[in-house]
């Protein structure tokens, strides 16, 4: 199959500094990649490319067939096939769980409210959080909050799904419950790139382990190539 995401040669620099050095790298439908490498080493930039939430100084980004750094398309459209999960779960705190999770879908993609909250249970339920639909995120534990997040950008009904370290701002005992989660759906199939230092995750999930050091990747290989000689 095609890929669904090709990043070709790129480069991104913050002032002085060269965040991605010539940085190459597909995924094709379904695919599974995860990304590891040193603090600063340019893996949450890469993953923010994906979607423009940064800018490329020069190189080519296609997603699912769209060059996003083509200023006559419509970044939205980008951003609605491709999902993403941050660090600190950045959920609308004046909101409730679901309503978190009908905002985008009512406004951008103009769903009737009725459907999008009927979605939105669903998708509690597929997280493990249903009973939850109406409190707002404060009143939820780290690891509930990012099952929220999950839910939030699936309820987008996206094609691809970005994680920029999902479980590094939890408790330990809250990451395997977000891990669960993230495991299902790519056993669901789901197309996915992950930023984590979650090594049993990338040896049981990825299709793909790329490692980047100072904005390069210097490797890329299967978990087996990557985890039976270290
Ligand atoms: P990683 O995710 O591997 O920890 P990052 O992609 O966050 O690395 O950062 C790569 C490099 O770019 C680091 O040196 C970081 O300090 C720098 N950097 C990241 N974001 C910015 C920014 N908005 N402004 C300036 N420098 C940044
Ligand atoms: P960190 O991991 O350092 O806490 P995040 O990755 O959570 O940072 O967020 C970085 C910035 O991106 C924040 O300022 C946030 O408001 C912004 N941001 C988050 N989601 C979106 C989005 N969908 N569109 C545009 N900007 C966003």
Redesign the pocket.
């Known amino acids: 199959p095609k890929p669904i995401i090709t990043i070709e040669n790129v480069n991104k620099y913050?002032?002085q500094?060269k965040?991605l050095n010539n940085v190459s790298l597909s995924v094709r439908p379904g695919e599974k990649v995860v990304i590891i490498?040193?603090?600063?080493?340019?893996?949450?930039?890469?993953?923010?490319t994906i979607n423009r939430l940064?800018e490329i100084d020069s190189g080519r980004i296609i997603v699912d067939g769209f060059d996003i750094m083509d200023k006559q398309n419509d970044i939205n459209r980008i951003r609605m096939e491709v999902g993403m999960v941050f660090q600190n779960f950045n959920l609308f705190p004046h909101k409730t769980v679901l309503q978190n999770l009908t905002l985008a879908p009512t406004k951008l993609k103009k769903i009737p409210l009725a459907e999008a909250e009927e979605n939105g249970r669903r998708l509690l339920r597929k997280v493990g959080i249903e009973e939850k639909a109406n409190v707002y995120p404060a009143q939820l534990s780290g690891g509930q909050q990012q099952r929220v997040a999950i839910a939030r950008a699936l309820a987008m009904n996206p094609k691809i799904m970005l994680f920029?370290?999902p479980t590094s701002a939890l408790d330990p005992e809250m990451i395997g419950e977000v891990l669960d989660v993230m495991v299902h759906l790519a056993r669901e199939g789901m197309t996915m790139v992950v930023?984590t230092h979650e090594m049993g995750f990338a040896r049981e999930v990825a299709d793909l382990v790329v490692f980047?050091d100072q904005?390069e990747i210097l490797e890329v290989g299967t978990p087996e190539h990557f985890f039976q000689e270290c």
């Open positions: 913050f002032g500094l965040a490498g040193p603090s600063g080493s340019g893996k949450s930039t890469l993953l923010r940064e920029d370290e930023v980047m904005g």
